[in-house]
Nanobody, 123 residues
């Protein structure tokens, strides 16, 4: 199983920015970010299949972007204009044998998961 290591979580004020990183132990695709807020279900944030194919949740479009460094097998999540509702634990996931939209909609289809990194956005 692929090992995933997330980093970059922090506490920021509303309107601030953070950049999360997820390094995989080997080349794998797709790679994705999910998040879970306290008391809420896990939701997909973004998924990237290759350098041109990405899907973003409606709630983060225009504010979050992903970028993958294929040389280091690292997926980045740049988060700008953060809002309190972005607070949660962000999990990296990788590998999926389904259609990309299915992988994103149902995170249970992802093959590997990281342990998560906490993002706290205060108003």
């Amino acid at each position: 199983q692929v090992q995933l290591a997330e980093s970059g979580g922090d506490s920021v004020q509303s309107g601030g920015s953070l950049r999360l990183s997820c390094q995989a132990s080997t080349h794998i695709a797709p790679m994705a970010w999910f998040r879970q807020a306290p008391g809420k279900e896990r939701e997909g944030v973004a998924i990237q299949a290759n350098q041109v194919t990405r899907i973003y949740a409606d709630s983060v479009k225009g504010r979050f972007t992903t970028d993958k460094d294929d040389a280091t097998n690292t997926l980045y999540l740049q988060m700008n204009n953060l809002k309190p509702e972005d607070t949660g634990t962000y999990f990296c996931a990788a590998g999926c044998q389904r259609r990309l939209e299915t992988c994103f909609r149902t995170g249970d289809t992802m093959d590997s998961w990281g342990k998560g990194t906490l993002v706290l956005v205060s108003s």
